[in-house]
C-alpha cells in the first residue's frame, strides 16, 4: 500500500494522488517546481497602499500579508481554492472594518462582473469612535459615519475591488486559531459550601456559558439533565455539510443543531456509545475528533465540563453546573468526508462570527452571557489592535451582562518572542532555527514603531544572501523551495510597522538570518513572534553578539491583548504544591504596548475533566484552556447573581471584580504580576462583591 504523502502547498497528509485532498494543489507539478531554476520576484507597493501595478486603481486601504499571500498562491501555482463549509469555491475569508456600512451594502448588490458580488455576511459591530460609548447595533443608523466591523467571503477580484473603496479602513485575512476538577471548585471557592451563604447563583441558572471550541461530546452524561435532555441549547458546527433542513443562521453556512435534535437523539439512545465515532453519531452528522500527535482532539469537552459540567457522569461538578451551553465548532474544512489532518482548525473570520452568533442567542433568550476562548495564534502586534480584538471590546460594550473570557496561552519558555533594538545605519541578525526535514509551514512576524523604517534581508544557514526586501515591497524565493516576505509599513489599526516571513515547503533546516537593517530610526525596537506548530516548532536561536533575546515576555496569544476581554493565566492548585506556582508554560504579559495582562490566574495543571467518547469518565488536561474555563463558570455565577438582584453588570465592572475578590499571595507582590495577572481568582469574593453592589443600590437596605 502506498503511504500517504505531505502536500508541499497546504502541508496536509493527503493520499499520493495528483491532486491534494485538502487545497486541490497539482502535487507532481509543485514536487517539480522545486527542481526547476528560478529566481526571486517582487512586486509594487501598491499591495499595500498606493497605485497598484496590476489593477492601476488607488488603494485606500492596506491588503495584510496573510490575505495577500492566499491570493498570490492562486495566481501563483494556478491552485484552484476549493469549496469550504464557510467559503465558496476561490473564495478567501476577510475581515474588514469600514465607516459606510451603507455603502458597503450598496456595492455587494449592484455592482456588475469584475466587482464585488458576493454577499457580505457575518458580525457587524459599531461604534461611534475608540473613546466614546459603544452604540447597540440595532440602534445605529448604517447611514451614519460609525465604524463597522464586518466579514465577508470574496473572490480575487472582489478582493482588490474593496481595497480601492475610501470607506474601507482595514481588511484583513484571515488567521487560524488553535485550542491551547475536583481541586477547582476548592481552590477557586467556586464549591457551593464556600460561596456566601445567602448567595442566590443557583449554580448559574438562566445564564448562557458559551464555548468557541473544538469538539464538544453533548452526548456525554455531564452534559444532560436527569430526563436525558440536553443542556446544549444551541450546537453550531461550522464545518457540517447541510443534512435534511437544519435551522439556518444568518452566516449561511455550518449545521446549527437544536437543543430538541440534540434531546430526541440523546433519549433514543442512539449515542449511548463510546465511541465517538460510531455509526449513531455519523447518522446524526457530528462527528468528534480524537486526540493524538496531530489533532486537537475534543479539546472543548474540556473546556466546557470545567465551566458548567454537572457531574452526572463523573460525580464531579464543573463551576457553574446550572448554567446552559451553546457552543460552537469552530473547525473548518473542504467539503468532503472525512476532514484531512490538520484541515480542522479554525480562522479569525469564523471566530468572530461565532462570538456574535452566541451573543444574538442569549439576547434572543434574553439572558446573560459569559464566552470563553480557550484558543488563538501568535500572530499580530500583541497591542489589542487586531480587528478580531476591536470587534470583541465592541461587542462587550454594546450591552450589559456581557463577558469575553480568553486564555493567556501556553508560549512561556518556548523561544517564541524576541526583541531588540535596531539603530541607524546598523543592523541587527535575528537567528531563526528550522528543525531539519520539517515539514510544516513556518511563520514569523516582527513589528516595529511607525516611524522607522527597516529594511530585511534574509540569509540561508549557509550565510549565502537570498533576498532584499526595502518597505512597501514583497518578494518570494523559490529556488528549491518557497519563501515569501513581506514589509508593509504603516499597518492600520496603529500605524506600526509589520514584517511578515512565511516558510514555505522545500527549504533546508538549520539557523536563517533576518539581517535587519535601520534605514531610518526614530526608536528602533522591535519584537518578534514565530507562529505555533504542533507538527514541526521553529524557534529563535540566541544571538551571536547579545544583539537581541529571547524574551519570555509579552508571549500572549493573539487573542488576549484586547482591552476588555478578561485574560486568564494557570498555575498548579494541587496540594504538593502549596504556594501554587505558576504553570511552566502560561504566557506572561504585558501587552507589546504596555498594558497589564493577564488579568487573573486560575487552576490550570492536570485538571480533570470530561472525556470525550467515555459518558462518564474523566481526563487530565493542562493549560491555560482549562483555567479560563474556571473563569467562565465563575463569571456564570456573578451573572447569575446580579440577575437575581436585578442587577446589571458591565464588561468593565465584572473584570474590576474579579480583580479586587482574587487572592494576592501568591505572587508575593500585591501589584500585578506578569504571569499570575492581579491574583489568582475567587469565586466566593466575587460573588459577595456582586452582592455588595445590589444592596448599594437600595439605600433603604440594612445591608447597603
Not at 239 to 246: N, R, T
Not at 416 to 436: F, M, N, S
Amino acid at each position: 500500500m502506498i503511504p500517504d504523502v505531505i502536500c508541499p502547498n497546504c502541508h496536509s497528509v493527503t493520499p499520493p494522488w495528483r491532486y491534494c485532498k485538502v487545497c486541490n494543489a497539482h502535487i507532481d507539478k509543485l514536487i517539480e517546481n522545486e527542481d526547476k531554476e528560478s529566481h526571486p520576484r517582487s512586486e509594487s507597493r501598491g499591495l499595500f497602499g498606493g497605485p497598484s501595478a496590476e489593477t492601476g486603481c488607488e488603494f485606500k486601504a492596506p491588503m495584510d500579508a496573510r490575505l495577500h499571500k492566499s491570493l498570490d498562491q492562486i495566481r501563483r501555482h494556478n491552485i484552484r481554492k476549493l469549496a469550504t463549509s464557510s467559503t465558496g469555491e476561490d473564495e478567501v475569508a476577510v475581515i474588514a472594518k469600514v465607516i459606510d456600512l451603507e455603502n458597503l451594502e450598496t456595492l455587494t448588490k449592484t455592482v456588475g462582473e469584475g466587482s464585488i458580488k458576493a454577499k457580505v455576511r457575518g458580525a457587524k459591530v459599531a461604534a461611534k469612535g475608540a473613546d466614546e460609548d459603544q452604540t447597540p447595533m440595532a440602534s445605529c443608523n448604517p447611514k451614519d459615519k460609525y465604524e463597522w466591523i464586518v466579514t465577508a467571503r470574496l473572490k480575487e477580484s472582489e478582493v482588490l475591488s474593496l481595497c480601492s473603496q475610501s470607506f474601507v479602513v482595514s481588511l484583513k485575512g484571515q488567521s487560524r486559531s488553535r485550542p491551547f476538577l475536583e481541586k477547582t471548585l476548592s481552590e477557586t471557592c467556586a464549591d457551593q459550601k464556600l460561596l456566601p451563604k445567602d448567595e442566590k447563583t443557583d449554580g448559574g441558572k438562566g445564564v448562557i456559558i458559551g464555548i468557541v471550541d473544538f469538539g464538544l461530546d453533548f452526548a456525554h452524561r455531564n452534559f444532560r439533565n436527569k430526563d436525558n435532555s440536553t443542556r446544549v441549547l444551541a450546537l453550531w458546527d461550522q464545518k457540517a455539510l447541510p443534512q435534511g433542513a437544519p435551522q439556518e443562521n444568518r452566516f449561511g453556512y455550518g449545521r446549527v443543531f437544536t437543543s430538541e435534535e440534540l434531546t430526541d437523539a440523546l433519549k433514543s439512545g442512539e449515542l449511548d456509545k463510546t465511541d465517538p465515532e460510531a455509526p449513531p453519531y455519523k447518522k446524526f452528522g457530528y462527528l468528534l475528533p480524537k486526540d493524538s500527535l496531530f489533532e486537537t482532539g475534543a479539546h472543548g469537552t474540556y473546556v466546557a465540563d470545567i465551566a458548567a459540567g454537572n457531574g452526572s457522569g463523573t460525580h464531579q461538578k464543573g463551576v457553574a453546573p446550572k448554567a446552559d451551553i451553546v457552543f460552537v465548532d469552530l473547525a473548518t474544512a473542504p467539503l468532503s468526508e472525512p476532514p484531512a489532518i490538520g484541515s480542522t482548525f479554525g480562522d479569525s473570520a469564523q471566530l468572530l462570527e461565532a462570538i456574535q452568533f452566541i451573543f444574538d442567542f442569549a439576547d434572543k433568550k434574553d439572558r446573560p452571557c459569559v464566552v470563553n476562548l480557550s484558543i488563538g495564534s501568535n500572530d499580530g502586534p500583541h497591542d489589542g489592535t487586531t480587528l478580531v480584538e476591536e470587534a470583541i471590546d465592541w461587542l462587550v460594550s454594546e450591552k450589559h451582562n456581557r463577558a469575553v473570557v480568553v486564555a493567556a496561552g501556553n508560549a512561556f519558555d518556548e523561544g517564541l518572542h524576541a526583541t531588540g533594538q535596531v539603530c541607524e545605519g546598523d543592523t541587527v541578525d535575528l537567528k531563526w532555527r528550522i528543525p531539519e526535514y520539517d515539514a510544516t509551514r513556518n511563520e514569523m512576524e516582527l513589528w516595529y514603531p511607525g516611524g522607522d523604517r527597516f529594511i530585511v534581508d534574509i540569509l540561508d544557514p549557509k550565510g549565502k544572501h537570498l533576498l532584499r526586501v526595502n518597505p512597501g515591497e514583497y518578494k518570494s524565493y523559490d529556488k528549491r523551495g518557497l519563501l515569501t516576505v513581506y514589509n508593509i509599513p504603516g499597518a492600520p489599526g496603529n500605524g506600526d510597522n509589520v514584517i511578515n516571513v512565511f516558510f514555505e515547503h522545500g527549504l533546508r533546516g538549520g539557523d536563517w538570518t533576518l539581517r535587519l537593517y535601520g534605514k531610518k530610526v526614530c526608536d528602533g525596537r522591535f519584537h518578534a513572534w514565530i507562529e505555533r506548530d504542533e507538527r514541526g516548532q521553529s524557534r529563535f536561536a540566541p544571538p551571536d553578539d547579545g544583539s537581541y533575546k529571547i524574551s519570555d515576555e509579552c508571549t500572549l496569544s493573539s487573542l488576549a491583548c484586547g482591552k476588555r476581554s478578561i485574560v486568564v493565566g494557570a498555575y498548579d492548585a494541587h496540594p504538593l504544591h502549596p504556594k501554587a506556582p505558576i504553570s511552566e508554560s502560561s504566557s506572561s504579559g504585558p501587552t507589546r504596548d504596555r498594558r497589564r495582562k493577564p488579568d487573573i490566574s486560575a487552576p490550570g495543571e492536570l485538571v480533570l475533566a470530561a472525556q470525550s467518547g467515555t459518558l462518564v469518565l474523566r481526563h487530565r488536561q493542562s493549560g491555560t484552556s482549562m483555567a479560563a474555563a474556571a473563569v467562565t463558570g465563575i463569571v456564570a455565577l456573578m451573572l447569575a447573581e446580579a440577575r437575581a438582584l436585578g442587577l446589571s453588570l458591565t464588561a468593565d465592572q465584572i473584570r474590576n471584580i474579579l480583580i479586587l475578590a482574587s487572592h494576592r499571595r501568591p505572587p508575593e507582590s500585591e501589584d500585578w504580576d506578569e504571569r499570575y495577572g492581579w491574583g489568582r481568582v475567587c469565586a466566593a469574593k466575587a460573588v459577595a462583591l456582586v452582592s455588595a453592589m445590589a444592596f448599594k443600590c437600595r439605600p433603604g437596605d440594612p445591608r447597603a
